[in-house]
């Protein structure tokens, strides 16, 4: 999540119209997909594999879904000219929202997660 959230902060905060935030546009985009795929693959599965965090696993996973989509949306909209101040703003308002999801999973669901699997569940 450091990561991530640190490449969409340099990316924020790129000077507008260079090819430093071009590539680091493709860079954010790349990475938020491969973490995504990892989440989507091993976290909501095994939450929903377990009775007490089923309902948890599919609520956290819709709600990146939606998440997700306007980030997608947003890389779709601006792929080929990032460099506007409408591009930097909606950013902006993405990058506060995925602060706030990474720090409820970090509190709420990586825990449960890890407790899952240390107890073996799904394994």
Known sequence: ????LSLFNELLF???????????FALVQFSLLEHLKKEDKYLYPKLRESEGTDQLGVLFSKEMRKISKQ????????????????FTKELGII????????LK?????LPKFEHLVSVGVGA
Do not use: D
Request: charged share 25%.
């Open 1 to 4: 999540h450091k990561i991530i």
């Open 14 to 24: 790129e000077e507008v119209n260079t090819e430093q935030r071009t590539i680091k």
């Open 71 to 86: 980030i997608m949306t947003l890389f779709n909209n601006y792929q080929h000219n990032s460099h506007g101040m409408a």
């Open 95 to 102: 990058v506060a929202e995925l602060k706030s999801r990474f």
């Open 105 to 109: 999973e970090e509190e709420s669901l």
